[in-house]
Antibody, heavy 116, light 109 residues
Framework: QLQLQESGPGLVKPSETLSLTCIVS??????????WGWIRQPPGKGLEWIGD????YYNPSLKSRVTISVDTSKNQFSLKLSSVTAADTAMYYC???????????WGQGTTVTVSS | DIQMTQSPSTLSASVGDRVTITCRAS??????LAWYQQKPGKAPKLLIS???SLESGVPSRFSGSGSGTEFTLTISSLEPDDFATYYC???????????FGPGTKVDIK
């Protein structure tokens, strides 16, 4: 059964780059049937799509700060979000989306706080 | 960007009630619409894709309908396990972003 596990620092300083990795087990990131992506949820708020590996179009509100990459040799994928501010404080989920479908497998999430 | 709205924002209901949640898009998303259920402290769970395609293992009391700009999620008979927050998400076009609705919280009446 496919499992996703986020890893990365829980605390990032303002203006720095947030870097998270999602380790995939029980499946392969090389499959062409799926996209691999990130979604976040600020404390007490709703869900916000960040992007996935199906396109270099990411959430327009995040503009050019986001990069999502897939490493097939390590069977993992990653998120980089540059120039972070307190507004980027959130639970970050890595996830899988089958082509043409909604996001069907989620990691447990990792909390990232932006603070000096 | 495509904006998504949901109504109501909160819904108080009893076990056995029929519940309907509406999701509207600011422009057509065809049938590229998904519904999720989220419980406190947990990751969301996919219920429905393509507006009406029930995810494997999801109880048949959940159903989805709609196309274009208006969609509904219906729970035919509310169970205790269904008290949660429900989100819609459009995934029509990468260039517009795959926007989530603001959520509808279903709580106990």
């Amino acid at each position: 059964q496919l499992q996703l596990q986020e890893s990365g620092p829980g605390l990032v300083k303002p203006s720095e780059t947030l870097s998270l990795t999602c380790i995939v087990s029980g499946g392969s990131v090389s499959s062409s049937n799926y996209y691999w992506g990130w979604i976040r949820q600020p404390p007490g708020k709703g869900l916000e799509w960040i992007g996935d590996s199906g396109s270099t179009y990411y959430n327009p509100s995040l503009k050019s700060r986001v990069t999502i990459s897939v490493d097939t040799s390590k069977n993992q994928f990653s998120l980089k979000l540059s120039s972070v501010t307190a507004a980027d404080t959130a639970m970050y989920y890595c996830a899988r989306r089958p082509v043409g479908y909604g996001t069907d497998v989620w990691g447990q999430g990792t909390t990232v706080t932006v603070s000096s | 960007d495509i904006q998504m709205t949901q109504s109501p924002s909160t819904l108080s209901a009893s076990v056995g009630d029929r519940v309907t949640i509406t999701c509207r898009a600011s422009q057509s998303v065809s049938r590229w619409l998904a519904w999720y259920q989220q419980k406190p402290g947990k990751a969301p769970k996919l219920l429905i894709s393509k507006a009406s395609s029930l995810e494997s293992g999801v109880p048949s009391r959940f159903s989805g309908s709609g196309s274009g700009t208006e969609f509904t999620l219906t729970i035919s008979s509310l169970e205790p396990d269904d008290f949660a927050t429900y989100y819609c998400q459009q995934y029509n076009s990468y260039s517009e972003g795959f926007t989530f609705g603001p959520g509808t919280k279903v709580d106990i009446k």
